[in-house]
Every structure is written in structure tokens, then in C-alpha cells.
């Protein structure tokens, strides 16, 4: 169970969460570590896990946000780093199915978005969406679809292209108790890459606590 430490969130509270976790229009959900660390290069999968230290917490949020999307989506280096994962809130995380399943979709469609068009095919039913998009383009294209609750599981060059066109509205941020240390050009990214987003400001909505993790919520 995670401890409540502030919540400005109304709405129904949902399983351990312990408040709404729906958000409006398009969140982000990532883990970095404390000192900012999101994607090791040399990851044998996905860094999200690594850098979470297999937080069960983590897990529960990664699933319980799943849940609630209409869809999610995510760029192709995500899907490239780790060409065997589900990204489902079933297959996070077994263990709080039913709970998923009262809430909204065990297994919300999947969009990657490659502009090369070099993408494994992922494991999962998908829509690719190939050629060189604005983020805007990305996102009329999967509400084209109908869908209105967005969740971007990453990875930071896709969140910061999104996030510099405006179209981020929430950030769940895991704050994962580790360090990694950075290197010139090691290859190991932020939260964001490659863009200037000159210091856009966010509003603290939640914090919860579970051990030594961090769950913060943001809206833009
Ligand atoms: N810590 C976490 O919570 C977390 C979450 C997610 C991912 N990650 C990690 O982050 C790393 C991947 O992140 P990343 O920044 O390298 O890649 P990414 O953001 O997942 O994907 C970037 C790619 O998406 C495609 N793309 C982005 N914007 C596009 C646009 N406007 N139009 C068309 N295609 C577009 C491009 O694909 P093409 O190259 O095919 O053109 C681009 O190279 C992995 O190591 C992953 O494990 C960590």
C-alpha cells in the first residue's frame, strides 16, 4: 500500500493508488533515478525496470495508469530496446488483474511511432505509425481513433517532442532511490533529450510513498 503524502486530486480513489489516477488529455509515465537517469544504453531490456530496482510499487502504477488509458503510446527506441515486452497493465503486473479489469482495459491498444520505419514488430496486437510526424500529428492520429485518455510510456526523445509542442498534460514521475553518474556522450538519457523546453513550469498534484520510491504526479 503506498502512503498518501499529498493529493490535490478529486475524483474516486482506485485500488492501493489510494486517489483518482485518471488524468485529462495526455500523460507521461516514467522512472528515473535521483539523479535523473532514465535509459542505460547498455540495458539488457528496458531501463524502466532497471532503474526502478523491480519496485512493485512501480509496477502497480505502470499497470494501474495502463488501465486507465484509452491507448497507449510509445516512440520506437522504447519498443527497440525491449522488442519482447507487453506494454499491458496485465502482463505488469499479473498480480492486480482484477483490480485492472474493474477499472477500465487490461490491454489498451498500442501505438509506436518510428519515423524510419525500423521497428521490430512488437509482441502484441500494434498500430505502427511510420514517416516523420509533428507531435501534433502524432496525437490527432490516435484520437482520430476515438481515444481521449493518452498514456506515452516514453522514452524521452519522443515525451520531449510532445512535451515541446504542449501537448503534455500530465507527468507521473517515479523517483527511483538509486545512482547512476553520467559521462560524456555515454549514451545513458534524461527524463527529456533534444530539446529545449526552457524551464516549463509544472504544478505538484500528488506524492505518494512507498519505501524509499517517490511517486509524483505533475500537470502542466
Ligand atoms: N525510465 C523510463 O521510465 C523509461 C520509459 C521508456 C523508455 N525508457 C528507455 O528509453 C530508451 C528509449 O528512449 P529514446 O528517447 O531513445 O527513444 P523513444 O523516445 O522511445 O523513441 C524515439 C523514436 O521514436 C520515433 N519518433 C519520435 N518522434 C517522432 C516523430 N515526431 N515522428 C515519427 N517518429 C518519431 C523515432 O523513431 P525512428 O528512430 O524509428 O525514426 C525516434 O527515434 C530506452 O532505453 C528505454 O528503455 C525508459
Redesign the pocket.
Known amino acids: 500500500m503506498m502512503e498518501v503524502l499529498f493529493d490535490r486530486v478529486p475524483g474516486e480513489p482506485a485500488g492501493g493508488y489510494g486517489g483518482n489516477p485518471r488524468w485529462d488529455g495526455l500523460a507521461v509515465?516514467?522512472?528515473?533515478s535521483l539523479d535523473g537517469v532514465?535509459?542505460?544504453?547498455d540495458?539488457p531490456g528496458?531501463?524502466?525496470a532497471i532503474?526502478s530496482g523491480g519496485s512493485k510499487a512501480d509496477k502497480f502504477v505502470m499497470g494501474l495508469l495502463r488501465a486507465c488509458a484509452d491507448a497507449v503510446l510509445?516512440?520506437?527506441?522504447?519498443l527497440r530496446?525491449?522488442p519482447n515486452d507487453l506494454w499491458t497493465a496485465d502482463a505488469i503486473n499479473p498480480d492486480a488483474k482484477d483490480l485492472y479489469r474493474r477499472i477500465g482495459k487490461l490491454q489498451p491498444p498500442l501505438y509506436v511511432?518510428?519515423?524510419?520505419?525500423?521497428?521490430p514488430q512488437p509482441k502484441q496486437p500494434a498500430l505502427i505509425?511510420t514517416?516523420?510526424?509533428?507531435?501534433q500529428q502524432?496525437v490527432d492520429r490516435v484520437r482520430a481513433d476515438g481515444h481521449r485518455r493518452i498514456l506515452c510510456?516514453?522514452?524521452?526523445?519522443?515525451?520531449s517532442?510532445l512535451a515541446a509542442a504542449g501537448l503534455v498534460d500530465e507527468i507521473f514521475l517515479t523517483l527511483s532511490p538509486r545512482l547512476y553518474g553520467r559521462f560524456p556522450a555515454d549514451g545513458r538519457?534524461a527524463l527529456t533529450?533534444l530539446r529545449d523546453l526552457r524551464g516549463m513550469p509544472l504544478e505538484l498534484r500528488s506524492l505518494r510513498r512507498e519505501g524509499s520510491h517517490l511517486f509524483l504526479r505533475y500537470r502542466r
Not at 38 to 41: E, F, G, S, Y
Not at 131 to 135: N, Q, W
Request: hydrophobic share 40%.
Open positions: 509515465n516514467f522512472v528515473e532514465t535509459a542505460l544504453p540495458a528496458e531501463s524502466g532503474v510509445i516512440g520506437a527506441g522504447t530496446a525491449a511511432v518510428s519515423g524510419s520505419g525500423n521497428v505509425l514517416g516523420k510526424m509533428t507531435a502524432i510510456e516514453g522514452g524521452p526523445g519522443l515525451f517532442e538519457k533529450d
